[in-house]
């Protein structure tokens, strides 16, 4: 049987329209499971944690999962991480070159060594020397750890994460080896480098590291962590370029994060 030519085009309308009603409807999942997956910052529920060290003031842990696990804008739903940020925020403290109260020194060697972390962090700030930027979804997630631990406001403590990567035929695998104490120095039983050094045995590569620089003072107020790495930072990110193959460097306050090769912390003073 034939047909008119308007009974043609009636049928070729009504196909268009129903292509475009799925393409539509393709278009809005997408757009729906993009925002689901955005709103989203938390480690999968197939990510792979394993308790190395535990005691009282100390842990010691990995932690493995994909990448694009943690590729997104959103930051943790956690109730520590709020309260953390809006104690910050209620004190004017959220900027990126934390004011605080001038360290107490008392001897010639403590000046000289402050003239170099103050040399450094004009550095760091100037921009000559790699980025500081909001915090990112993982190394949110890392300070949350740590902040779950022990309020980072009443307790300021320090953690340090050594976060490695592996290509797969999937996209990049991590394991972060984490480690926290109880207080402003960390245990070197938690710094986590022989376990590192496993992983590099077994063809991992070594990222970065991340570490935290606590909550300061600015006389009634709160302060941030100078979010720059110190001189003993620098020491030892150089010490591990050179004998672990460490290629970037992070220092986050919860707020912002340093980010810098480690070529690039030449341009900085180290003890």
């Not at 109260?101 to 010639?108: A, H």
Request: hydrophobic share 45%; net charge negative; proline share 6%.
């Amino acid at each position: 049987m034939m047909l008119g030519k308007s009974a043609v085009s009636g049928l070729a309308l009504l196909f268009t329209l129903g292509v475009f009603g799925c393409d539509q409807a393709e278009k809005q999942l997408l757009e729906t499971r993009t925002a689901e997956i955005a709103s989203l910052c938390k480690l999968p529920p197939d990510a792979a944690v394993t308790t190395i060290l535990q005691r009282d003031d100390a842990v010691l842990e990995t932690w493995a999962f994909r990448l694009e696990h943690v590729v997104t804008q959103a930051l943790p739903d956690a109730p520590v991480f709020a309260a953390y940020r809006a104690a910050i925020e209620r004190d004017g403290a959220d900027v990126v070159r934390p004011v605080a109260d001038p360290p107490i020194i008392r001897t010639d060697a403590e000046a000289a060594m402050w003239a170099d972390e103050f040399a450094n962090n004009d550095v760091v700030f100037s921009g000559a020397v790699g980025s500081i930027d909001a915090i990112s979804c993982l190394d949110a997630l890392l300070f949350v750890r740590q902040a779950e631990r022990y309020s980072p406001i009443d307790n300021p403590t320090e953690f340090l994460a050594s976060v490695l990567r592996r290509e797969a035929h999937t996209g990049p695998d991590l394991v972060v080896v984490f480690g926290a104490g109880s207080g402003a120095v960390l245990p070197k039983d938690v710094y986590g480098f022989d376990v590192v050094s496993r992983y590099l045995a077994d063809g991992w590569s070594f990222w970065y590291t991340l570490h935290n620089h606590p909550v300061q003072r600015n006389g009634e107020l709160l302060a941030l962590g100078v979010p720059a790495p110190s001189t003993n930072d620098v020491q030892l990110s150089r010490n591990l370029g050179t004998s672990m193959g460490l290629e970037s460097v992070r220092v986050t306050n919860g707020f912002y994060t340093f980010s810098a090769t480690v070529d690039e912390l030449s341009a900085l003073r180290s003890p």
